[in-house]
Nanobody, 114 residues
């Protein structure tokens, strides 16, 4: 199973982007779906996650601006990003944590200009 992320791009500060991630097949035992990001010279960090039960968690830096959602039937996870800031610039990775392994997407670049 592969994860395909899309929706990244270049946007001005204050703008919005929506990232989507689709799995190529079914994944058994999903515990959570998440988005991570990695800026140049920095470690990969958790941006947002959503459990199988629908509970969400956000990094403090994106609370109130980003919303994670998932469509179980379509096996997708999305990240709506509003009020974007230059410090949100990074490569964004989708992740699915299953019972016995993690799955990662290929990453999509988000660049926010000031």
């Amino acid at each position: 199973v592969q994860l395909q992320a899309s929706g990244g791009g270049l946007v001005q500060a204050g703008g919005s982007l929506r990232l989507s991630c689709a799995a190529s097949g079914s994944i058994v035992g999903i515990k959570a779906r998440a988005w991570y990001r990695q800026a140049p010279g920095k470690q990969r960090e958790l941006v947002a996650s959503i459990t199988g039960g629908g509970s969400t968690n956000y990094a403090d830096s994106v609370k109130g601006r980003f919303v994670i959602s998932r469509d179980i039937a379509k096996n997708t996870v999305s990240l709506q990003m509003n009020s974007l800031k230059p410090e949100d610039t990074a490569v964004y990775y989708c992740n699915i944590a299953a019972s016995w392994r993690d799955y990662w997407g290929q990453g999509t670049q988000v660049t926010v200009s000031s």
